[in-house]
C-alpha cells in the first residue's frame, strides 16, 4: 500500500489517536502499575505510529514512564526515561 494512498493514511491516523487516547488515560491513573501499563501501551502505539508529528509527546510520555517507575521504586529505569526526555529537551530530576 502506498504511503500517499487514503487508506494507509487513515491507517496513519488511527495508531496516532490510539496512541494520544493512551498517553492521557495514563497521566490519571492513581494507581503506579496502571499508570506504567498504560504508558508503556502510548509508547508501543507512538513507536508503531512511526510518524514524526509523534515525536512532540515523546518527551512528555518519557517523563510520565519516569514517573511510573520512580513510584514503583525502579530508579535505574526512572533515571533511563527521564534521560530519554532530556535528551529530547525536557530535563526532569528524580523527586
Not at 488511527?14 to 497521566?27: D, G, K, L, M, P
Not at 510520565?64 to 513510584?71: D, M
Not at 525502579?74 to 530519554?84: D, I, K, N, T
Request: hydrophobic share 40%; proline share 6%; net charge negative.
Amino acid at each position: 500500500m502506498p504511503p500517499n494512498s487514503p487508506t494507509f493514511q487513515l491507517i496513519v491516523q488511527s495508531t496516532q489517536a490510539e496512541f494520544a487516547a493512551a498517553h492521557y488515560v495514563a497521566r490519571y491513573q492513581t494507581d503506579p502499575l496502571e499508570m506504567l501499563r498504560w504508558n508503556e501501551e502510548a509508547l508501543s502505539r507512538a513507536e508503531a505510529a512511526n510518524d514524526e508529528r509523534v515525536r512532540a509527546f515523546l518527551p512528555s510520555l518519557y517523563v510520565n514512564l519516569g514517573k511510573a517507575h520512580e513510584r514503583l521504586g525502579h530508579q535505574a529505569e526512572a533515571e533511563r526515561f527521564y534521560q530519554l526526555a532530556a535528551d529530547l529537551g525536557l530535563p526532569h530530576q528524580i523527586d
